[in-house]
């Protein structure tokens, strides 16, 4: 049972990413959600035809992007839906709050991981109370504001982790992931412009 699962969650993030890019595409000549979630299917077929050194375009991406974390395979499932039906979840309160939590802690990881930073900030995953004291602290907010979605995701990720269900042994692996990173700051670039677009133009006083 676990070997499935585990075999289905290495091919989740690639698999959810093909169908969500060609559904998009698909999206700029069509709103109409079936021709999107064709589209999205017919491109989940092709990359699993289109070969490359005797190997699949599919099988490349799925061992290019490793296994995503609870809140990262939501984020992208997420994405899925929006590129089949066209509709945005950026005006969402609790996708505004999940993604911007995903930004600040992938710019507290990723830089220090890859030597940006003195501190290693990885290793927070592996001991001490830090990093546990600060989901804590972001499931309780959750949970106040009711933010249902984002407090299940981080519940999975931190039971993942206690039960040794993943590859890793670090707690960071369980509640982020590279992809969800660049998908979350792609989404607040995205919130960001039409935060911009929307900001009222003051008009000059009319001189009577």
Same mark, same amino acid.
Request: glycine share 10%; net charge positive; hydrophobic share 60%.
């Given at each position: 049972?676990?070997? $499935? ?53 599919? !099988? ?57 930073? $003195?501190? !290693?900030?990885?290793?927070?995953? %592996?001991?001490? %109370? ?10 309780? %907010? ?12 981080? $519940? ?16 960071? !692996?369980?509640?982020? !992931? ?31």
């Amino acid at each position: 049972m676990m070997a $499935n699962i585990g075999f289905l969650l290495d091919r989740a993030s690639a698999t959810l990413l093909i169908f969500a890019a060609f559904a998009a595409l698909t999206g700029i000549a069509t709103m109409k959600p079936a021709a999107r979630i064709g589209a999205g299917l017919i491109g989940l077929i092709l990359t699993a035809c289109v070969t490359i050194s005797g190997r699949s375009l599919f !099988d490349w991406l799925v061992s290019a992007i490793e296994r995503p974390s609870a809140p990262g395979l939501l984020l992208m499932i997420v994405f899925a839906i929006s590129a089949a039906t066209g509709r945005s979840y950026q005006s969402v309160p609790e996708f505004r709050f999940g993604t911007a939590v995903l930004v600040l802690a992938g710019f507290v990881l990723y830089p220090a991981a890859i030597g940006f930073l $003195n501190y !290693d900030t990885y290793i927070l995953g %592996y001991s001490g %109370y830090l990093l546990p004291l600060l989901l804590a602290a972001i499931l309780g %907010y959750a949970i106040y504001r009711r933010y249902v979605l984002v407090a299940l995701v981080l $519940n999975i990720g931190i039971l993942g982790f206690l039960l040794s269900a993943g590859r890793s042994l670090n707690l960071w !692996d369980y509640v982020i !992931d590279p992809v969800a990173w660049f998908l979350a700051i792609g989404s607040w670039v995205a919130i960001a412009i039409n935060l911009l677009k929307r900001k009222p133009v003051a008009t000059p006083a009319l001189v009577g």
